[in-house]
């Protein structure tokens, strides 16, 4: 019996992520203080890019895609609040509490996205944003 993770981190997303799941996802720039970019792929299913400080190696936020329908985020916690709203014709789901939001879902064109947000959660626009 095997064990460990099935994650892959990759150099890049044209050139590997792209490759090894055939298809892509549109990334924002990073910006201070997470500046650095990592970029991992899971069974060839999922691609995984999270915004990292570098000095801490803290995620301040990380976008996720995989095809079909289901929620990528692989996240269980428990929210004290939900909310559905349209950010460019798609209903995004935003999860959070105290009007800050730590997880944002939704589907489009037969894939499902997460935009996650623990450490530090944002405010609707600049999830909406990402």
């Known amino acids: 019996m095997q064990t ?4 892959q981190e990759v150099a890049s997303m044209r050139e ?10 549109a ?4 910006e201070a203080p997470y500046t650095a ?3 991992r ?6 691609i995984s890019v999270a915004y990292v400080r570098e000095d801490s190696g803290e995620i301040g ?3 996720r895609k ?10 269980v916690n428990e929210y004290a609040e939900t909310k559905e709203k349209r950010v460019d014709g798609i209903r995004v789901t935003f999860r959070g509490e105290n009007g800050l939001w730590s ?13 996650e947000a623990q450490a530090h959660p944002l405010t609707e626009e600049e999830l909406s944003e990402l």
Do not use: C, M, Q
Not at 4 to 7: A, E, L, T
């Open 103 to 115: 997880l944002a879902t939704w589907t489009r064109d037969g894939y499902s996205y997460s935009v």
């Open 41 to 46: 792929v899971l069974n060839r299913e999922l």
């Open 16 to 25: 590997e992520a792209e490759v090894l799941t055939g298809f892509g996802i």
């Open 37 to 39: 970019v990592l970029i």
């Open 66 to 75: 995989e095809k079909g329908a289901s929620d990528p985020s692989g996240d």
């Open 27 to 30: 990334l924002p720039e990073a």
């Open 4 to 7: 460990g993770s099935s994650w």
């Open 61 to 63: 936020y990380e976008l």
